[in-house]
């Protein structure tokens, strides 16, 4: 396996651009291959075994196309696919989940929130997670239906994004949670108008940096480290141009966005 193939980093839709953003400054010399399975969104409200059947097919068509890595930069692909990921593959798989663990140990007042998808927050490893690092604390698990894909298809910045935000966040502002988790990898696209709605001085905690790091840890470990020369490569199995109008306002410039179908 050449070291200048590709990382593979996938998500429902564009909420793994967050964790690519972390991926490229800590390995701007890799090459990139970013998989939105736009089609698909949101994963958030689909069944388990549809997830795992959906996350399997990726990851064997990514395997085939050349990559030598794969970042499954969701965490609710994470919770319902994770291991069948892994059993189906020969590739490194880096895999993201909420950072309750961190926000756990950092908390003050013993109250965390975590925003995350309900998929997410009804899986067992989400409950694994908070059984064995989160005991000790108050953990109020907040699930936000429509959030990642209204974000996605209005805006960011649009007032039906800002509405959920309202209801989704009160509680936890309420229940003073000094510490909130972003379990979600579309969330850190609204970190600033979370941050708004808590008090001033509450920790937001996102994965992306350790998920980078563990990225480098893992391609090292396996000799696959440097090689590329910094490409990046869009794809979705949606409509290229449906995404293009977000990609373009993320990256602040004019990208290039393919249709792929694994
Ligand atoms: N970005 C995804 C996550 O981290 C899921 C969003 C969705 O498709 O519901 O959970």
Known sequence: MPASQPIAVFDSGLGGLTVLRALRERLPQENYFYFADTRFLPYGDKPEVFLRERGVLIAEALARQGAKAMVIACNTATAAAAEAIRAATHLPVVALEPGVKPAAQLTKNGVVGVLATTRTLHSDRFQRLVGNHANHVRVLAQACPGLA??????????????????????????????????????????????????????????????????????????????????????????????????????????????HWEP
């Open 149 to 258: 894909d209204t974000i996605e298809h209005e805006g960011a910045d649009s007032p039906a994004v800002g509405k959920l935000l309202d209801a989704y966040i009160a509680p936890l502002a309420a229940a003073g949670a000094d510490v909130v988790v972003l379990g979600c990898t579309h969330y850190p696209w609204v970190a600033e108008a979370i941050a708004r709605r808590m008090p001033a001085g509450t920790v937001l905690l996102d994965t992306g940096e350790a998920v980078a790091r563990q990225t480098e840890r893992l391609l090292s470990a396996a000799g696959l480290l440097g090689g590329g020369h910094g490409q990046l490569t869009l794809a979705t199995s949606g409509a290229p141009q449906q995404v293009k109008t977000t990609i373009d306002r993320l990256f602040a410039q004019t990208m290039h966005v393919e």
